[in-house]
C-alpha cells in the first residue's frame, strides 16, 4: 500500500525522464481486497474446482463488510466436512468443533457473550443428519445466531455418500443403485422449529446471498439460510451430470425465486425445479429476551 | 423471588452433595451452566438453574449431553468459568466434545454422579464404575485430572479446586462424585468469599499479531484469549500447530499430542492429591476413594482393633493417578486391599504400581450399594495374614 501511494506521488510530481520505472510490486497486484478477512496464509484451500462452498465464502466476508457490525465481534462456528473447513479460511475468531455439534458450541458462545455475532457455517450433512437434533432445538429456542448451510446433496470430505439432503434416486457411493429415502426439505425443516429468518439459494445466486446473508446478520434471532451449490467431483459425477459448470447452468434454467412460498411445498428432486428467495423473515423475543423477561418478572421489576 | 443471593453463601448449610457442588462451582465463579437432566445429578442442573441469575450468569437446559458438553466450551472460549453435570449414560455421550475439550484446551468442569452401570443399569443407585472411562473414554491419546469427593462438603471444595484445576492447565476437569455422596445431606461450610481460592484464566498480553495460542509457556500450558477480543483465533479439534492452525502431519502431532500429556505428566506431583492414615506403619494399605473410602475408614478401624496395623489412602485426585507412593509403600508393605463399586477398575493401577513387589487385593462391588465394612475386613485380614 505505501509503495503503491509513493509511487502515485512521484508521478504526480513530474518524476523524472532518467529514473528507471519502479519495479511492479507483484504481492500488491494479487492481493485480494478480501484478503484482510481471509487466511490468506492457509490458501490454497482444500475445496476442489468448481465447488460452491469457495462463492458462499466471497459472499459471506462481503456481506461481513456491508452488514457494518465490526469484524471483532464475529466469530464464525463450523462443524465438520468440506464446509466444515470455512471455519479455517475466515481471518475471524473461529472454531473447527466435533461433527454435528458447531450448533451447540456457537450457543454457548453466543449466551456467554451476547456482543459476539456467531455465525455457524457448516454443510447438509454436518447440520441435519448428525446435528440435525441441535438444529432444531436452536430455532426452537430462537437462539440469536446466523446458520449458513451449504447444501451438496453429498457428504463430500468422506468420498460422496448419501445426505439427508441427497435427492430421491440420486446416486451416492452408499446408494448405489439410487436414494431410496426422502430427503429433508431443511428450509421447511427450520421454519416449523421457529426459525424466524430462512432463505434459501444457490451458488450461482451471489448477489442474492450476499443480500441475504447482510439480512440474516442484521437479523435478531435464529436466522438460517440454505445454500444450494455444486460438488462437481462427486455428486454430479456419481449422476452423470456434467461438470460444476453444467450444475450451474441447471441452477440458472430451474431455479424460481418465490419469496415467501409455502416452505411446505418447496421440496426438492432429482434435478428438479428448485424454489429459492426468502420465506420466512419475522420478529419474535429471542431466549435471551425472553429469559430476561421471566426474571424481571419475577423480581418485580 | 428474592434479590440476587451473590455466588458464596457463606456459612453452615445442610445440603445434598450436587447441591453443594453446584455451590462450589458458583463460589468459584462459574457464571455458565448446561446440562441435561440424569438421575441422580439433576440437582446440579436445578439448583444452577435457580442461582444462577444470582451471578448473572446463564443456564441452559440443552437438547442432550452431547450438545451440553458443546455449549460449556463455546462459553468457556467466551471467556466464562463453565460447567455442565451428568451421568454413566450421559457420561458416554460427553466422550467426544470432551476429547475436542482437550485437544483445544479449552478449561471447564464436568460432574459426574456416578450410579452403576453398563447402560440405563441403575439410575438411582451407586456406582464407581466410570473410573476408566474418565481416563480413557474420549479417544486419542490424553491425560485428563479426575476427583473424588467423598462428602458433600468436599463436593463444594472439590468443585472449586476443578475449576482451579482446569484453568491452571487448560482442560477440562472431572468431579467423580456418586450417588450416595450426590444425595446424602450432610453439614456444608461454606466459607467467606475472601477465603475462596480462585485461580482465573492467564490472558496473553502480546498484541494480535506477536500472539501464538497455542505456544506453551513453561509450564507446558498456552495463554488463552477469549473470542471477541480481537485476536481472530483459530481453534480446532484437528492436529494444529502453535498458530491453531490445522496441520495434519505426523511431525506437528509429534510435537503437540506429547505436549497435552506432558503438561499433566510433568507437573502430576502438584495435581495429585490423597489423604492417608496410618500408612508409615501399615503392613495393609487400602487404597480407596469416593463414598467407599468411608466404609473402609471403618472396616480399617476394625482391623485395627483386632491389632493389625492397617493404613488407609483415600485419593482425593484419582487422575493422574499417585504413582509414586504406590510404588514407594510396595517396597515396604505386604499388600494393598482395594475395595471400589465396580468389578475392578483402579485396582488395576493399584496392581500396575505395585508391580508384583506387594500383593493386590481386590474388593469388587457390582453396585447398587456399598460395600459391607466386613467385606473389607475380611480382605484385609487375608492381605495381613
New interface residues.
Given amino acids: 500500500m505505501n509503495q503503491k501511494a509513493a509511487t502515485a506521488a512521484g508521478a504526480g510530481a513530474g518524476g523524472s525522464d532518467t529514473a528507471a520505472p519502479p519495479a511492479p510490486d507483484v504481492r500488491e497486484a494479487h492481493a485480494h481486497p478480501k484478503d484482510r478477512l481471509l ?1 490468506s496464509d ?1 490458501l490454497p484451500h482444500i475445496w476442489c474446482p468448481t465447488c460452491g462452498i469457495g462463492t458462499c465464502v466471497s459472499s459471506f466476508v462481503e456481506a461481513i463488510e456491508e452488514s457494518g457490525i465490526p469484524e ?2 464475529f ?1 464464525v ?1 463450523s462443524g465438520i466436512g468440506c464446509t466444515g473447513r470455512v ?2 479460511y475466515v ?8 461433527h454435528g ?1 458447531a ?11 451476547p ?2 455475532k456467531v455465525v455457524v457455517f457448516s454443510g447438509d450433512g454436518d447440520l441435519v443428519a448428525i446435528g440435525g ?2 438444529l432444531i ?1 436452536a430455532a426452537r429456542r430462537n437462539i440469536d445466531i446466523t446458520i449458513i448451510c451449504v447444501n451438496n446433496f453429498i457428504y463430500g470430505m468422506t468420498g460422496g455418500q448419501l445426505a439427508p439432503t441427497t435427492p430421491h434416486g440420486a446416486r451416492t457411493t452408499t446408494s448405489p443403485y439410487g436414494n431410496s429415502e426422502y430427503p429433508f426439505n431443511v428450509p421447511h425443516l427450520v421454519a416449523s422449529c421457529g426459525a424466524t429468518y430462512v432463505a434459501r439459494w444457490t451458488a450461482l445466486h451471489v448477489r442474492r446471498m450476499k443480500q441475504a446473508m447482510v439480512a440474516a446478520l442484521s437479523h435478531r434471532g435464529f436466522s438460517f439460510i440454505e445454500v444450494i451449490a455444486p460438488c462437481s467431483t462427486l455428486y454430479a459425477r456419481k449422476n452423470r451430470l456434467g461438470t460444476g459448470t453444467d450444475l450451474m447452468k441447471f441452477y440458472h434454467d430451474n431455479c424460481e425465486v418465490r419469496h415467501g412460498a409455502n416452505t411446505a411445498e418447496i421440496d426438492i428432486g432429482f434435478q428438479e425445479k428448485i424454489v429459492v428467495g426468502k420465506f420466512v423473515d419475522i420478529e419474535k423475543p429471542t ?1 435471551l429476551d425472553r429469559m430476561g423477561a421471566n ?1 424481571a418478572q ?2 418485580g421489576r | ?1 428474592s ?1 440476587p443471593r451473590g455466588a458464596v453463601l457463606t456459612g453452615e448449610h445442610f445440603m445434598n452433595g450436587d447441591v453443594a457442588a453446584a455451590e462450589g462451582a458458583l463460589a468459584v465463579g462459574c ?2 451452566f ?1 446440562g441435561y437432566p440424569i438421575t441422580p445429578a439433576t440437582e446440579v442442573a436445578e439448583r444452577m438453574s435457580e442461582r444462577m ?1 444470582d451471578v448473572e450468569g ?1 443456564f ?1 437446559q ?3 449431553e ?15 468459568k ?1 460447567m455442565t453435570s451428568t451421568s454413566g449414560p450421559g457420561f458416554s455421550l460427553m466422550m ?2 470432551l ?2 475439550g482437550v485437544m483445544t484446551e479449552t478449561p471447564c468442569v464436568l460432574v459426574n454422579v456416578q450410579r452403576g452401570g453398563p447402560s440405563t443399569g441403575l439410575p438411582t443407585l451407586v456406582g464407581q464404575q466410570d473410573m476408566m472411562q474418565a481416563r480413557w473414554g474420549s479417544h486419542g491419546d490424553y491425560e485428563i485430572i479426575a476427583l473424588c469427593p467423598n462428602s458433600p462438603q468436599e463436593c463444594f471444595d472439590l468443585t472449586i479446586d476443578a475449576f482451579n484445576l482446569s484453568e491452571t492447565y487448560r482442560l477440562p476437569v472431572l468431579v467423580m462424585s456418586d450417588e450416595v455422596v450426590g444425595h446424602m445431606t450432610e453439614k456444608v461450610v461454606i466459607p467467606p468469599e475472601d477465603q475462596i481460592a480462585r485461580i482465573e484464566r492467564r490472558i496473553t498480553d502480546a498484541a494480535p499479531a506477536d500472539y501464538l495460542p497455542y505456544q506453551p509457556e513453561e509450564n507446558l500450558v498456552p495463554l488463552m484469549v ?13 492436529t494444529h500447530d502453535e498458530r491453531g ?2 496441520e495434519v502431519v505426523a511431525p506437528v502431532q509429534q510435537r503437540m499430542v506429547p505436549r497435552l500429556i506432558e503438561k499433566i505428566r510433568k507437573n502430576a506431583e502438584q495435581i495429585i492429591r490423597y489423604e492417608s492414615d496410618g500408612i508409615a506403619e501399615a503392613e495393609v494399605v487400602v487404597v480407596c476413594y469416593g463414598i467407599t473410602s468411608r466404609v473402609a475408614q471403618l472396616a480399617v478401624e476394625m482391623a485395627r482393633q483386632q491389632g493389625r496395623r492397617v493404613g488407609l489412602l483415600r485419593l482425593i485426585v484419582a487422575w493422574p493417578f499417585p504413582e509414586r507412593v504406590i510404588r514407594e509403600l510396595a517396597t515396604r508393605i505386604k499388600g494393598f486391599v482395594v475395595p471400589e463399586i465396580n468389578l475392578g477398575q483402579m485396582v488395576y493401577e493399584v496392581e500396575r504400581c505395585a508391580a508384583g513387589r506387594a500383593r493386590t487385593i481386590h474388593v469388587p462391588h457390582a453396585g447398587g450399594a456399598v460395600h459391607d465394612p466386613e467385606t473389607i475386613l475380611a480382605r484385609i485380614e487375608e492381605a495381613s495374614s
Avoid: C
Fill in positions: 487466511r492457509r471483532e465481534r466469530a462456528v471455519a479455517g481471518n475471524l475468531d473461529s472454531f473447527h468443533t466435533t455439534r450448533i451447540p458450541f456457537a450457543t454457548g458462545l453466543h449466551l456467554a457473550n456482543k459476539l437434533n441441535h432445538h431466549f426474571l419475577r423480581r | 423471588m434479590e457464571t455458565f448446561a441469575p446463564i441452559i440443552m437438547e442432550d452431547i450438545a451440553s458438553m458443546g455449549a460449556i466450551l463455546g462459553a468457556s472460549w467466551a471467556g466464562r463453565s467426544e466434545n476429547g475436542l477469549a473470542a471477541g477480543q480481537g485476536y481472530r483465533i483459530h481453534v480446532t479439534g484437528l492452525y490445522p
